[in-house]
């Protein structure tokens, strides 16, 4: 005969702690963030390079902003009522490589729409350092070309102009909504374009507008990223027109979320990719041990098979409960209730040196009047009501009325014999 290896009690502990293991790797998988942001020298919101965004970023939660980070599915996020914020997406595709283009152009263009978008085009990108992969060792522009690329996403029929100041522009020629002033090395503009409703321009090329795109809706652009950037966010009023844009386009109250997808710092959030990644790993192997240990336990063991006992048992506690087992089987309760009543009315007159002989209702009348005279306090009930109730009991009676009476003739037998308050526990 086979036992278990451990005991029922740790089997029954053992199989939900499994589940429970395997429950938590699923959802760790599916809705758990990584532990710590990610390494990020470009143009992030992860970055402290020159290039990086997440001085402006904080700059935006202190002034009463909500602001997250997304690494997937960005444009969805920012759907309940926020707004989006795309920032210099060029840099993803042309590190990924020319075989990766129309699927990053597909990507960017699947999460327009969603919400009120803010668009910041490139403009440089750079080297990382070897000793310190967060800062640059070097940088430089991107061409002209990619950035009119980023463009056309949103609007391929009408042809874009992007053009880089070679020298500071006169302050008397910036015209716009926010009437600021930017200070920006090599200041990248936009060309004048039909749908492109200028917030700050100088001679017609816009720095920030937004463009009225049929297939997207409402998008504000943002043509020079050093506004934002930590090289250039100190000088002039860069973060005043930033944070004015930004003010603009996201719906007060809301959360802007910015996207980090396109700058190679995109999650995947598959099953098989959290669970053998730290710190999904840790649950998996969790699970894994636990179901193995589950396992082992019920496989059980080999054992000696007991001889089953043949016949009946010697002794009286045997005899007892093959009794009861046939009393039980047969339905003879109010029987052996009435029997009991008898036995302990004799038992009681024994004790109280009563009517040796004469009938259960002499010997009933001379017990009733013996508990009216003694008047015991605490005395929980008397023996009349209990044998009405026994002779109301038919012969075939239910189990739970022979046990209740049963109980009932049981104390008054032991306050009887032992006096009130014998029921109670010491």
Same mark, same amino acid.
């Given at each position: &005969?086979?036992?278990?290896?451990?005991?029922?009690?740790?089997?029954?502990?053992?199989?939900?702690?499994? &589940?429970?293991?395997?429950?938590?790797?699923?959802?760790?998988?599916? @809705?758990?963030?990584?532990?710590?942001? +990610?390494?990020?020298?470009?143009?992030?919101?992860?970055?402290?390079?020159?290039?990086?965004?997440?001085?402006?970023?904080?700059?935006?939660?202190?002034?009463? #902003?909500?602001?997250?980070?997304?690494?997937?599915?960005?444009?969805?996020?920012?759907?309940?009522?926020?707004?989006?914020?795309?920032?210099?997406?060029?840099?993803?595709?042309?590190?990924?490589?020319?075989?990766?283009?129309?699927?990053?152009?597909?990507?960017?263009?699947?999460?327009?729409?969603?919400?009120?978008?803010?668009?910041?085009?490139?403009?440089?990108?750079?080297?990382?350092?070897?000793?310190?992969?967060?800062?640059?060792?070097?940088?430089?522009?991107?061409?002209?070309?990619?950035?009119?690329?980023?463009?056309?996403?949103?609007?391929?029929?009408?042809? !874009?102009?992007?053009?880089?100041?070679?020298?500071?522009? +006169?302050?008397?020629?910036?015209?716009?909504?926010?009437?600021?002033?930017?200070?920006?090395?090599?200041?990248?503009?936009?060309? +004048?374009?039909?749908?492109?409703?200028?917030?700050?321009? $100088?001679?017609?090329?816009?720095?920030?507008? /937004?463009?009225?795109?049929?297939?997207?809706?409402?998008?504000?652009?943002?043509?020079?990223?050093?506004?934002?950037?930590?090289?250039?966010?100190?000088?002039?009023?860069?973060?005043?027109?930033?944070?004015?844009?930004?003010?603009? #386009?996201?719906?007060?109250?809301? #959360?802007?979320?910015?996207?980090?997808? @396109?700058?190679?710092?995109?999650?995947?959030?598959? @099953?098989?990719?959290?669970?053998?990644?730290?710190?999904?790993?840790?649950?998996?192997?969790?699970?894994?041990?636990? #179901?193995?240990?589950?396992? !082992?336990?019920?496989?059980?063991?080999?054992?000696?098979?007991? +001889?089953?006992?043949?016949?009946?048992?010697?002794?009286?506690?045997?005899?007892?409960?093959?009794?009861?087992?046939?009393?039980? @089987?047969?339905?003879?309760?109010?029987?052996?209730?009435?029997?009991?009543?008898?036995?302990?009315?004799?038992?009681?007159?024994?004790?109280?040196?009563?009517?040796? $002989?004469?009938?259960?209702?002499?010997?009933?009348?001379?017990?009733?009047?013996?508990?009216?005279?003694?008047?015991?306090?605490?005395?929980?009930?008397?023996?009349?009501?209990?044998?009405?109730?026994?002779?109301? /009991?038919?012969?075939?009676?239910?189990?739970?009325?022979?046990?209740?009476?049963?109980?009932?003739?049981?104390?008054?037998?032991?306050? &009887?014999?032992?006096?009130?308050?014998? $029921?109670?526990?010491?």
């Amino acid at each position: &005969m086979a036992e278990p290896r451990i005991g029922s009690r740790a089997a029954r502990v053992g199989i939900p702690l499994a &589940m429970l293991a395997l429950l938590a790797t699923l959802l760790l998988s599916v @809705f758990g963030s990584d532990l710590g942001p +990610p390494r990020s020298s470009g143009g992030s919101g992860y970055s402290t390079s020159a290039l990086g965004h997440l001085a402006f970023l904080n700059l935006l939660r202190g002034a009463g #902003t909500p602001v997250e980070l997304s690494r997937a599915n960005s444009g969805w996020k920012a759907s309940d009522g926020g707004g989006l914020l795309l920032a210099e997406p060029l840099p993803a595709i042309q590190r990924r490589g020319i075989d990766a283009d129309d699927r990053e152009r597909a990507t960017f263009r699947s999460e327009l729409g969603w919400a009120p978008t803010i668009l910041v085009l490139p403009k440089r990108t750079g080297l990382p350092n070897p000793a310190n992969p967060r800062f640059l060792a070097e940088t430089s522009l991107v061409p002209i070309g990619k950035v009119i690329e980023v463009l056309q996403v949103l609007d391929e029929q009408v042809p !874009w102009e992007v053009s880089r100041a070679r020298s500071s522009l +006169p302050l008397q020629g910036w015209r716009g909504e926010l009437d600021l002033v930017p200070e920006v090395d090599a200041l990248q503009l936009i060309g +004048p374009h039909d749908r492109l409703r200028p917030l700050l321009a $100088h001679d017609g090329k816009v720095l920030v507008g /937004v463009l009225d795109s049929r297939e997207h809706g409402p998008i504000t652009l943002l043509s020079d990223p050093d506004l934002i950037a930590h090289h250039g966010i100190g000088d002039g009023e860069n973060l005043a027109i930033a944070l004015a844009a930004v003010q603009r #386009t996201l719906p007060l109250g809301s #959360t802007l979320t910015v996207d980090e997808e @396109f700058h190679g710092l995109g999650a995947d959030t598959g @099953f098989w990719y959290r669970a053998l990644r730290f710190p999904g790993v840790l649950i998996a192997i969790q699970c894994a041990l636990v #179901t193995l240990l589950v396992v !082992w336990a019920s496989l059980g063991r080999e054992r000696p098979r007991a +001889p089953e006992p043949v016949g009946l048992e010697a002794g009286s506690i045997r005899l007892v409960e093959s009794t009861a087992e046939l009393l039980r @089987f047969g339905r003879h309760g109010g029987a052996a209730l009435q029997k009991y009543l008898r036995l302990s009315v004799e038992s009681a007159c024994a004790d109280l040196h009563g009517p040796p $002989h004469g009938t259960l209702e002499e010997r009933l009348r001379w017990l009733d009047e013996n508990e009216r005279e003694s008047a015991r306090p605490g005395r929980v009930e008397r023996i009349l009501p209990i044998a009405e109730a026994v002779g109301r /009991v038919p012969a075939r009676a239910s189990e739970d009325q022979v046990r209740e009476l049963a109980q009932r003739l049981d104390l008054w037998r032991r306050e &009887m014999k032992n006096g009130a308050r014998a $029921h109670e526990p010491r």
